[in-house]
């Protein structure tokens, strides 16, 4: 297994997942000076022409950043894309990456060929987010760099299936660039994703607690004050299968225990998705504070040594 040199000299290795509404450019920026890849979504950017401002942004304080410190620049950062067709937004979003030579792209939920394309025509790398082995083979088929895995226990729209059992199936054909998602939050998960066969951890829900997160401050102390006993998988906020937070949905005058079909769900009180009921990995029995992303990725990196020393491996 092998990377490509945009990956090769992460402090960590670890994509901060991107996450909508909770991932701007004060989280992304603040990843990448730590030394591991930042992202966001492209639809977090709005209205579409804030977007050119935001990757503006992005590079330009990226790049003080790298010539104020030569001895350890800032990581790549990563945009998503959702390229299923009722994004209207994909083509002016994926231009202005293009013109802007965004370094790697996320791409989720369908694999198009001319995204991958896009990313290809100035050296960009593109890396698709997957539930199951099959959607993995499709989309390397349609020219993908890359794969995330989302595993049972990641936060959003999760998979079902153990990150054992996907990391296997996977590298059992697939030799290229492997990210994992689910439940990581903390340095000794990443060395297991690792072990496992993913070259990279995924993470997000540890972020949201984070100072530079675009999260209310209730949002991120429910996070800190809730495990993976708190998490509900369900339907009935989207209609997809997602990890919400149980405290959040009794905020927003909901029963965890009598939730609505999805085809019926009307919270009635002006509550919305994503912005009041909130997801969340199972990971998060490991959050014990709200911290500057810098602090939490010292910790991942002091727990991550600890890990390898454990298991006698070297520095």
């Known amino acids: 297994m092998s990377l490509p040199p945009i990956l090769q000299s992460l402090r960590l290795p670890v994509i901060g997942s991107p996450m909508f509404i909770i991932s701007t450019p004060d989280l992304v920026i603040a990843q990448c000076k730590a030394g591991i890849v930042g992202s966001f979504p ?34 790549p950062f990563a945009v998503n894309q959702i390229v299923h067709k009722s994004n209207e937004r994909l083509h002016a979003d994926l231009e202005m990456c293009v013109k802007h030579k965004v370094p790697i792209l996320i791409t989720s939920l369908g694999a198009r060929p001319e995204v991958n394309e896009a990313a290809h025509s100035y050296g960009g790398i ?24 989302v595993a049972a226990g990641a936060g959003g729209h999760a998979g079902t299936i153990s990150p054992f059992a996907l990391i296997q199936e996977i590298r059992g054909w697939f030799d290229g660039p492997l990210a994992l998602s689910g439940a990581i939050a903390n340095g000794g998960a990443i060395l297991a994703a690792q072990a496992m066969g993913a070259d990279l951890a995924y993470i997000g829900s540890a972020f949201i607690a984070t100072e530079e997160a675009n999260a209310v401050a209730d949002y991120k102390q429910m996070l800190v004050e809730s495990g993976a006993s708190d998490i509900l998988y369900t339907n009935a906020i989207t209609g997809i299968h997602g990890n919400y937070l149980r405290p959040s949905l009794v905020r927003a005058g909901l029963d965890p225990a009598h939730l609505p079909d999805p085809q019926a769900m009307d919270f009635g009180n002006g509550k919305k998705a994503w912005k009041d009921v909130w997801g969340s990995g199972q990971g998060i029995g490991a959050v014990k504070a709200v911290v500057p992303v810098s602090a939490l990725v010292e910790r991942l990196t002091v727990e991550y040594a600890a890990a390898r020393a454990r298991l006698g491996m070297s520095a």
């Open 126 to 149: 593109t890396l698709h987010d997957v539930i199951t082995n099959e959607f993995a083979r499709k989309a390397i088929e349609k020219g993908a760099d890359g794969l995330i895995a």
């Open 42 to 75: 492209a639809l977090n950017a709005r209205p579409a022409h804030v977007l050119e401002e935001w990757l503006i942004r992005i590079q330009g304080e990226l790049g003080e950043h790298n010539a104020r410190h030569p001895d350890r620049p800032a990581a």
